[in-house]
Structure formats: C-alpha cells, structure tokens
C-alpha cells in the first residue's frame, strides 16, 4: 500500500487502512516516513542501479524455466513482482512470496535439489526432577505426573503444567530444552506462557512458591506473565536479573553473542545487573542492550515486530549485515555457514521471510542482486 499511496494509484479504501496502520503507533510512522522520504529514495535508487540487472534476470529467468508447472504470463509477472517491488521500496531487500492463483500454485524451485536444510519443526527435550530426559518430540508421551503430583501435559508443541493439590517442602524444577530447528511453547504452572526459540533452555521450578516466580534462560524467549502484584516475576540470564509483575517482552540472550537483549511489548520490567548503577526501568517499544563484558546498559526505542516476529513464524531484518541473518536462520534452519572473504560479512540486506517457507528461494534472491553467490555442500552454505 506504501508503494500504491506514493505513486497514486492507491485506492479509498486502501488509503483508510493505511492512515489507520500509520496511526497505531510511533514506530509505523516512522517507517513510513523513512520508507517515502525523497533522499532514502535516492540512495535506494543508487543501490538498485549497482544490481547486475542483468544477471538477475538471468537468476530469475533460469528458476522460472524449471517450474513444474506451465505459467501463464500473469502469474510470471505476480511472481517477478513479489520479487522486486520490495527491492525497489526497502533497498536490497528479500522477500519469499507463494502466489497462488485458483487452483495453481506458483512456487520458486531452486537450482539447488532438495537437500538437508529444512525449515525447524516443535521438538524439545524436558529433564524432570530426577533427571529422567524425554524427548518431546518423539516418545508420544501426551501426560506426565511428577513426583508431586503436578500434571503435566503435552500436546501440539505445547507443555502445559497444572498446579498440584499437595502441599511439600521440596520444590522441584524441570528443564525444558529446545535444539536447532526447534520450538516449543511452555504454559507454567501460573498461567504464564513462555515461547522458546531454537538453541535455548529454560529451568523452572514446577510449582512457584508463596513469594516469588522465577526462572532462569539461556538463549531466546518470548514470555506472557500473568499479573500477580504479590509475586514478582523474575528471568535470571547471566547474572542479569529480568523483574516483571505483569507484562509481554522478548530475551534473547545466545552464549556466542556479545549482548543480552530485552524487549518489551508491553507492560513495564526492571533490569537488574551486576554492574554498579546499572539498573534501568524498560517502558513498551524500548529495549535494554546488556553487554556482557562490561554490563553496561543502552535503552532505545525499537519496532518490536522485528525482534518477537519469529514467535509468529516471520523473521524480520532491518539492514543487517548477511553474518548476523545467516546466524539467525542458521538456529533455526539447522545448517552451518562460511564465507570465501570477510568482506562478504558485511553485506547488508533487509527484508523478511515465512520461517515455515524453503530457505533457498532466499539465497537465490541475494544471489540474484550480484553482491554475491553461494553453494551448498551437504548442510554447508558456503558464500562467495
């Protein structure tokens, strides 16, 4: 619609919507505003002008001849379409579109045959009390009854506890681990919801005691705290202590990366670090960057969608250099990556993709700008 209202060919409708999305919030309206002012234009237009246009063509002609099905000429142009305009409105963008026009589906095959590198799936592995590990994903076990009496039940990606009548001293913890290509969702035995990412794990008791409602994270997660003014809810990550009542905000803290993230959706959460005078108060659309070497804390307004996106299926970049994607989609994807040349790292690309979708149109699309190409050996994207 950004696209139709700058170059007028947006309808009524369509511009209702777009002034209502506009208004939602400050961070659409500065997207909006970044996406239509004249000199983002053109330096936007100066990096589509240094595309091999050529070669592209030939990438795109290429896929197009190996559809499996016959395509009709306005199916070709929908399909080129979904590939460009958002080159043409974001800057070096990717963005994997299905079309689908009645009973045909348009999908980009690649040169590539199909290979190891899948989309993840829900499976995780939970350490009971004892220590017994069960892999979730494949032992068809829906129930499960600790020691206490909890119950505990698992279904559709989901592990969901339910407090115990009994009353006991000991408090017992679980581990919920979640592997590469893997998700899972987490009920707690408040209510509370936590979505994990690929390459992360929880420990949590499995019933909270009377004062407090702790956990403690390793890698990524999403949480939904239900409200309980006399139980603080606490996230322990690396000697940083995440303190909510009620409230929806993302952690993403992965032992190889340099920074604790913390984003918050909404509600209000304090950060507590082990640094001197570093504790800070996070309000809705801001985040808390936590270097781990020196603890220090940097707030600053973010778009959310683009670090919670992946809890809904979408992974969402703003001009990233390709090292950080790949690390990303790597997790996820369950694949491992090299580059030929360090300069190749730094190549910035922007846009988003269906987490669920085929990765290779992806790496067929930043091929196609002619910044650089790729290989694959077994699980291995080799960049060149």
Same mark, same amino acid.
């Given at each position: 619609?950004?696209?139709?209202?700058?170059?007028?060919?947006?309808?009524?409708?369509?511009?209702?919507?777009?002034?209502?999305?506009?208004?939602? &919030?400050?961070?659409?309206?500065?997207?909006?505003?970044?996406?239509?002012?004249?000199?983002?234009?053109?330096?936007?237009?100066?990096?589509?002008?240094?595309?091999?246009?050529?070669?592209?063509?030939?990438?795109?002609?290429?896929?197009?001849?190996?559809?499996?099905?016959?395509?009709?000429?306005?199916?070709?142009?929908?399909?080129?379409?979904?590939i460009m305009l958002p080159l043409l409105v974001g800057g070096t963008v990717f963005y994997y579109l299905?079309?689908?026009?009645?009973?045909?589906?348009?999908?980009?095959?690649?040169?590539?045959?199909?290979?190891?590198?899948?989309?993840?799936?829900?499976?995780?592995?939970?350490?009971?009390?004892? @220590?017994? &590990?069960?892999?979730?994903?494949?032992?068809?076990?829906?129930?499960?009854?600790?020691?206490?009496?909890?119950?505990?039940?698992?279904?559709? @990606?989901?592990?969901?506890?339910?407090?115990?009548?009994?009353?006991?001293?000991?408090?017992?913890?679980?581990?919920?681990?979640?592997?590469?290509?893997?998700?899972?969702?987490?009920?707690?035995?408040?209510?509370?919801?936590?979505?994990?990412?690929?390459? &992360?794990?929880?420990?949590?008791?499995?019933?909270?005691?009377?004062?407090?409602?702790?956990?403690?994270?390793?890698?990524?997660?999403?949480?939904?705290?239900?409200?309980?003014? &006399?139980?603080?809810?606490?996230?322990?990550?690396?000697?940083?202590?995440?303190?909510?009542?009620?409230?929806?905000?993302?952690?993403?803290?992965?032992?190889?990366?340099?920074?604790?993230?913390?984003?918050?959706?909404?509600?209000?959460?304090?950060l507590n670090t082990r640094g001197e005078n570093n504790d800070c108060i996070l309000l809705p659309d801001?985040?808390?960057?936590?270097?781990?070497?020196?603890?220090?804390?940097?707030?600053?307004?973010?778009?959310?969608?683009?670090?919670?996106?992946?809890?809904?299926?979408?992974?969402?970049?703003?001009?990233?250099?390709?090292?950080?994607?790949?690390?990303?989609?790597?997790?996820?994807?369950?694949?491992?990556?090299?580059?030929?040349?360090?300069?190749?790292?730094?190549?910035?690309?922007?846009?988003?993709?269906?987490?669920?979708?085929?990765?290779?149109?992806?790496?067929?699309?930043?091929?196609?700008?002619?910044?650089?190409?790729?290989?694959?050996?077994?699980?291995?994207?080799?960049?060149?």
């Open positions: 619609m950004i696209a139709k209202d700058t170059s007028n060919q947006i309808s009524p409708e369509e511009k209702e919507r777009l002034e209502s999305w506009k208004n939602e &919030s400050k961070q659409n309206l500065k997207l909006y505003d970044r996406i239509v002012n004249w000199d983002n234009f053109q330096e936007r237009n100066r990096e589509w002008e240094s595309i091999d246009a050529d070669h592209a063509w030939e990438q795109f002609s290429a896929r197009i001849e190996k559809e499996r099905r016959v395509l009709n000429v306005r199916q070709i142009l929908i399909y080129a379409a979904a299905t079309v689908r026009d009645g009973n045909s589906e348009l999908t980009a095959e690649s040169s590539i045959p199909v290979a190891a590198i899948n989309p993840g799936t829900q499976n995780a592995v939970i350490i009971l009390d004892n @220590g017994k &590990s069960i892999d979730l994903e494949n032992a068809g076990i829906d129930q499960l009854v600790e020691k206490d009496g909890s119950v505990i039940t698992n279904e559709n @990606g989901q592990l969901k506890y339910s407090e115990s009548k009994k009353s006991g001293k000991e408090q017992l913890r679980n581990t919920l681990i979640v592997p590469r290509g893997g998700e899972y969702t987490l009920v707690l035995s408040d209510g509370s919801r936590v979505f994990l990412n690929s390459v &992360s794990k929880l420990v949590y008791p499995v019933v909270f005691d009377e004062k407090t409602r702790e956990v403690s994270l390793e890698g990524e997660a999403y949480f939904e705290i239900e409200k309980d003014a &006399s139980k603080p809810f606490i996230v322990n990550v690396e000697g940083v202590k995440i303190e909510v009542l009620g409230t929806s905000f993302n952690v993403k803290a992965y032992s190889e990366e340099a920074s604790i993230f913390t984003t918050l959706v909404e509600g209000k959460v304090k801001q985040q808390a960057v936590i270097e781990k070497s020196s603890h220090s804390v940097a707030v600053n307004e973010v778009d959310v969608q683009q670090f919670i996106g992946w809890k809904n299926g979408l992974y969402s970049f703003a001009d990233q250099p390709i090292e950080d994607i790949m690390r990303t989609l790597a997790r996820w994807y369950d694949f491992e990556y090299e580059f030929a040349s360090d300069s190749l790292k730094a190549i910035h690309f922007e846009g988003g993709l269906n987490k669920y979708d085929n990765i290779y149109p992806v790496l067929d699309i930043m091929q196609g700008t002619g910044k650089l190409k790729y290989k694959i050996e077994g699980k291995k994207i080799i960049f060149m």
